[in-house]
């Protein structure tokens, strides 16, 4: 069995869509951005606010975004050293956005949005699944787990041969 070897750095990864997205709309504030990041991932992901903000607070911090008031918004721009940090790397920013989209896409293509609502049905309506289920589910799951190992494994046999 294949397994990660490092964790996803979620916040490094969140940290570079925000830079891409004030890059691309120039200045944005709050919701723009979380409206931004809807649309580019076909409304499979939105961060919270819970998420954004503090992260918007720390590349003030950082030097990388500047804001200022616009009526009862907080518009938040790319300053000049976060347009050299944009610059210096656009290409692992750029791949790091295709990545995602291209996950999301997978996961559509894979009916992962269904299953997810059927979780928040199954969450909201407080339904525990019978063990016969779950263990059915854990048979399909480990099928598809093997589909991929195989996969992954005949990708680096190839890639070191």
């Given at each position: 069995m294949l397994y990660i070897t490092a964790p996803i750095k979620f916040r490094g990864i969140l940290k570079h869509l925000i830079l891409y997205t004030i890059m691309t709309l120039d200045k944005a504030h709050g919701y723009e951005l979380r409206r931004f990041m809807a649309d580019m991932f076909k409304l499979q992901y939105m961060p919270s606010n819970g998420v954004l903000y503090p992260l918007l607070h720390e590349l003030e911090n950082e030097g990388l975004l500047t804001s200022y008031t616009d009526?009862?918004?907080?518009?938040?721009?790319?300053?000049?050293?976060?347009?050299?940090?944009?610059?210096?790397?656009k290409e692992e920013i750029e791949?790091?956005?295709?990545?995602?989209?291209?996950?999301?896409?997978?996961?559509?293509?894979?009916?992962?949005?269904?299953?997810?609502?059927?979780?928040?049905?199954?969450?909201?309506?407080?339904?525990?699944?019978?063990?016969?289920?779950?263990?059915?589910?854990?048979?399909?799951?480990?099928?598809?787990?093997?589909?991929?190992?195989?996969?992954?494994?005949?990708?680096?046999?190839?890639?070191?041969?």
């Open positions: 009526g009862k918004r907080k518009v938040y721009t790319l300053t000049k050293r976060g347009i050299k940090y944009v610059e210096l790397n791949a790091t956005v295709k990545k995602i989209k291209y996950a999301f896409e997978l996961l559509s293509q894979l009916n992962m949005d269904k299953l997810i609502n059927i979780l928040q049905v199954m969450w909201a309506k407080n339904i525990v699944l019978p063990n016969h289920i779950v263990e059915n589910l854990r048979v399909k799951i480990t099928e598809i787990l093997d589909i991929l190992n195989n996969f992954l494994s005949s990708i680096d046999m190839n890639q070191n041969s």
